[in-house]
């Protein structure tokens, strides 16, 4: 079969591999659509926490079950599903809390262990959910990214009738707003520099979308940092109201800092804290799905084929549109 690997010096390949041996307790998907987030850019250019060159990646992503080991029994060949990427032990201390995000032994696909940008991908039997096929494979496909959303909001201990602010426009950063919204927030606001991301915000129901410059001076309640970039975090810390909560879920570069100023955080009595892949959320995204499907679709730019992976790359790179997605032949 064909694959897309990426080395670890940063090259990517169509590459010929052996199809996948399907274990007594996986499934082997044969993917119909998969994501890019920052994530893939980060296993290209700069390398990424417990990637495994070379990598095949794509964590994002729906398809067909086409092969069913002995030991998984609900699923059958031809169910239409969205993998939970996040392969976990189960055993260790975070495992057993809850927190399956934070598994020491944590090997995720399209990072750990081969990813969906090929033709067959096998994938644990219980990382893979069924999906009702009237979603689609763009909204399916955005199954993941909207888990972490969720897991963020949920991180925030609370935002029903609180003033929200997130940051960052992105795929991130409009699934919280949208997983806020249905939590029941007061209000919404959406901030970033792209005034056509910013458009597409309002189209999905984000009444104020404005650039970063028009909320100095605003206070609120929760914000939600889901840019990545610096700049954002600080401006995040100062627009947050007093016993207000940050949740960072931008994932930045490992050598950069942003200074904080101990006395405020003191004297506001706020709370910071990180947001971490999706955790438990995946079936709370499932269901959530058929809600939102068509703010989703706004989302979407036109499909690239896996086979022009560098295409697709170089598109997200430039900002051509708020997610891009790989079809398959």
């Not at 990598?55 to 031809?78: D, I, Q, S, W, Y």
């Not at 999906?131 to 494979?137: A, T």
């Not at 960052?168 to 970033?192: E, F, H, P, V, Y």
Request: charge should be negative; aromatic fraction near 6%.
């Amino acid at each position: 079969m064909r694959a897309i690997q990426i080395t670890s010096g940063h090259k990517i390949s169509v590459i010929e591999c052996t199809k996948p041996a399907v274990g007594s307790d996986e499934v082997l998907v044969k993917p119909s659509c998969c994501g890019i987030c920052g994530t893939d850019l980060h296993i290209l250019h700069h390398g990424f926490v417990g990637t495994n060159y070379p990598c095949t990646p794509g964590h994002e992503f729906a398809g067909r079950v086409v092969e069913v080991g002995r030991a998984v029994k609900h699923l059958k060949e031809g169910d239409y599903v969205a993998v939970d990427p996040n392969v976990v032990c189960g055993t260790c201390r975070w495992c057993k809390e809850g927190r399956p995000n934070l598994c020491i032994h944590l090997t995720p696909i399209g990072v750990g262990r081969p990813g969906a940008a090929a033709e067959y991908v096998a994938v644990p039997g219980k990382n893979a959910l069924k999906v009702k096929e009237s979603v689609g494979d763009g909204p399916a496909a955005l199954i993941e990214p909207l888990a972490c959303a969720l897991h963020a909001v949920e991180s925030s201990r609370g935002v029903a009738g609180r003033n929200v602010l997130v940051i960052g426009g992105g795929t991130m950063g409009l699934l919280i707003a949208l997983s806020a919204k249905a939590q029941g927030a007061g209000a919404i606001s959406i901030s970033d520099p792209s005034t056509a991301k910013l458009e597409i915000a309002g189209k999905a129901g984000i009444a104020d979308a404005r650039i970063p410059g028009e909320f100095e001076g605003s206070h609120f309640d929760v914000v939600f940092e889901a840019s990545g970039v610096p700049r954002a975090l600080a401006q995040g810390i100062e627009l947050l109201e007093k016993t207000g909560t940050l949740v960072q879920v931008g994932v930045h570069d490992a050598d950069k800092t942003v200074p904080i100023n101990p006395f405020l955080l003191y004297e506001r009595e706020q709370t910071f804290v990180g947001s971490n892949s999706c955790a438990a959320m995946f079936p709370t995204a499932v269901d959530l799905i058929e809600d939102i499907k068509a703010q989703t679709e706004l989302m979407i730019g036109e499909p690239f084929s896996v086979w022009d992976f560098e295409a697709a790359v170089d598109s997200m790179s430039q900002g051509k549109s708020i997610k891009t997605q790989l079809k398959f032949d």
